[in-house]
């Protein structure tokens, strides 16, 4: 039991350090809101220790508020993002003390811990687990809030391998069966990837790699902003209303085009998944591509039935594997990471860009709430489109391959790029 305390306290000072890298910035870079689609990096610095003190030190530890009367402020439902500046936020300092003093408390209460306890938040260290999540994840919503801020920000040029040689075959047959979606083995994994449960889905065929951005410019030049035979009715009129007419961050000069990543100019490389697209953008670059989106059960078959890709060991050698964990601010080229695919042998499918499948957020068959309502359940319809996999910006604690994001078809800030499907002939 010691270890995975230990393991805990570790990843715990790791997701620490890495909030604290994101919001290493002047207070007015911190309290200045930079896009109503975003809050404030103040408002994200202070949730992260406001969720930690709901649930470890008042759920599990039994400790009185420390700071009860902020509760409302750092509600996620209480207030739209648009709204956020206004509010009486604790201050840059003010915030970091105040996560601060939590965390100490939060040690206190893991010191404490049996993990053998029954109760579903206390066994296998779940509710830290949730903590440490929740936290990378606003970790990856900063980077996206420094991006939109156009300003220069937290940027890694770490080295990521080289893209590979074309693939003979761009596509990967899957063939028709039943296979296991979801998961009820994966220690932290959240009530929407739950239960396991059986699913038969007919053969089809899947890119072995994401979309890259010289594929996706060739659709841009083709005019398909133009053209609304590749849109749905909905996404045709956000185009119209909105005017896009290439990613986000993508500029044209003449017969170069260029992207804005994190307050630098460059040329836009034509090897990289592409990212910044929203899923109608996607959805109409399938079918000006003759092909579709996969569906969120064939995304993850296409894993091939293992936590990673590569197998249920873990991330150990991750950066043979994939490019996760803000190594460096930007996708890896196709092709980098053969040692990372899976058996049907698609590549890729974790890291680097979040994939937009053809799926609703909906709950599994079986489902069941926990441990509170507002984290998956009050999402479900068809409101939201699933994404999965991960991007460079995502923690490897923090995804798997039953792990299931959602967004809203016309958000473009996120990570997320797309590679498409078909069904057999």
């Given at each position: 039991?010691?270890?995975?305390?230990?393991?805990?306290?570790?990843?715990?000072?790791?997701?620490?350090?890495?909030?604290?890298?994101?919001?290493?910035?002047?207070?007015?870079?911190?309290?200045?809101?930079?896009?109503?689609?975003?809050?404030?990096?103040?408002?994200?610095?202070?949730?992260?220790?406001?969720?930690?003190?709901?649930?470890?030190?008042?759920?599990?530890?039994?400790?009185?508020?420390?700071?009860?009367?902020?509760?409302?402020?750092?509600?996620?439902?209480?207030?739209?993002?648009?709204?956020?500046?206004?509010?009486?936020?604790?201050?840059?300092?003010?915030?970091?003390?105040?996560?601060?003093?939590?965390?100490?408390?939060?040690?206190?209460?893991?010191?404490?811990?049996?993990?053998?306890?029954?109760?579903?938040?206390?066994?296998?260290?779940?509710?830290?687990?949730?903590?440490?999540?929740?936290?990378?994840?606003?970790?990856?919503?900063?980077?996206a809030t420094l991006q939109l801020s156009r300003r220069p920000g937290l940027v890694r040029d770490g080295e990521l391998p080289p893209g590979g040689a074309p693939a003979a075959d761009p596509e990967v047959h899957i063939p028709a069966g039943i296979f296991s979606m979801g998961t009820d083995t994966v220690a932290w994994a959240y009530d929407n990837e739950r239960p396991a449960h059986r699913r038969h889905l007919p053969g089809?065929?899947?890119?072995?790699?994401?979309?890259?951005?010289?594929?996706?410019?060739?659709?841009?030049?083709?005019?398909?902003?133009?053209?609304?035979?590749?849109?749905?009715?909905?996404?045709?009129?956000?185009?119209?209303?909105?005017?896009?007419?290439?990613?986000?961050?993508?500029?044209?000069?003449?017969?170069?085009?260029?992207?804005?990543?994190?307050?630098?100019?460059?040329?836009?490389?034509?090897?990289?998944?592409?990212?910044?697209?929203?899923?109608?953008?996607?959805?109409?670059?399938?079918?000006?591509?003759?092909?579709?989106?996969?569906?969120?059960?064939?995304?993850?078959?296409?894993?091939?039935?293992?936590?990673?890709?590569?197998?249920?060991?873990?991330?150990?050698?991750?950066?043979?594997?994939?490019?996760?964990?803000?190594?460096?601010?930007?996708?890896?080229?196709?092709?980098?990471?053969?040692?990372?695919?899976?058996?049907?042998?698609?590549?890729?499918?974790?890291?680097?860009?979040?994939?937009?499948?053809?799926?609703?957020?909906?709950?599994?068959?079986?489902?069941?709430?926990?441990?509170?309502?507002?984290?998956?359940?009050?999402?479900?319809?068809?409101?939201?489109?699933?994404?999965?996999?991960?991007?460079?910006?995502?923690?490897?604690?923090?995804?798997?391959?039953?792990?299931?994001?959602?967004?809203?078809?016309?958000?473009?800030?996120?990570?997320?790029?797309?590679?498409?499907?078909?069904?057999?002939?």
């Open positions: 039991m010691t270890g995975l305390k230990d393991r805990i306290a570790a990843e715990l000072a790791a997701v620490r350090e890495r909030s604290l890298a994101c919001t290493d910035a002047d207070d007015d870079v911190l309290t200045r809101q930079h896009s109503s689609l975003m809050s404030p990096l103040v408002w994200d610095l202070a949730h992260v220790g406001n969720y930690e003190e709901l649930w470890v030190l008042r759920e599990v530890g039994g400790i009185e508020p420390l700071r009860p009367e902020i509760d409302h402020l750092y509600d996620a439902f209480k207030y739209p993002r648009a709204d956020r500046p206004s509010l009486p936020l604790l201050t840059p300092a003010e915030a970091r003390k105040y996560i601060s003093g939590v965390r100490g408390r939060v040690l206190d209460v893991l010191d404490r811990l049996d993990p053998a306890d029954p109760d579903p938040l206390r066994a296998g260290g779940f509710v830290f687990g949730l903590v440490l999540q929740h936290e990378h994840q606003h970790d990856e919503t900063m980077l089809f065929w899947i890119d072995r790699h994401p979309v890259t951005c010289g594929a996706y410019l060739r659709f841009v030049e083709d005019g398909g902003y133009r053209d609304p035979r590749w849109w749905l009715p909905q996404g045709w009129e956000w185009v119209e209303r909105t005017g896009v007419d290439a990613p986000l961050f993508w500029t044209r000069d003449g017969d170069t085009w260029w992207r804005l990543r994190f307050g630098r100019e460059e040329p836009v490389p034509p090897d990289e998944p592409v990212q910044h697209v929203s899923w109608y953008e996607a959805d109409a670059y399938a079918r000006w591509a003759g092909r579709r989106l996969p569906t969120e059960a064939e995304w993850e078959k296409a894993c091939g039935g293992r936590e990673y890709p590569w197998g249920d060991a873990g991330p150990a050698d991750l950066a043979y594997r994939a490019n996760l964990g803000h190594r460096a601010a930007r996708p890896a080229p196709v092709g980098a990471y053969p040692k990372g695919a899976s058996p049907y042998g698609v590549e890729q499918l974790v890291g680097d860009v979040w994939e937009w499948t053809d799926s609703w957020f909906q709950p599994y068959p079986g489902f069941r709430s926990f441990p509170y309502k507002e984290y998956s359940e009050v999402f479900f319809g068809e409101t939201y489109r699933v994404l999965r996999g991960g991007s460079w910006a995502t923690h490897p604690s923090a995804v798997r391959t039953t792990f299931r994001n959602w967004d809203l078809p016309i958000r473009r800030q996120i990570f997320a790029g797309f590679r498409c499907a078909r069904s057999e002939d």
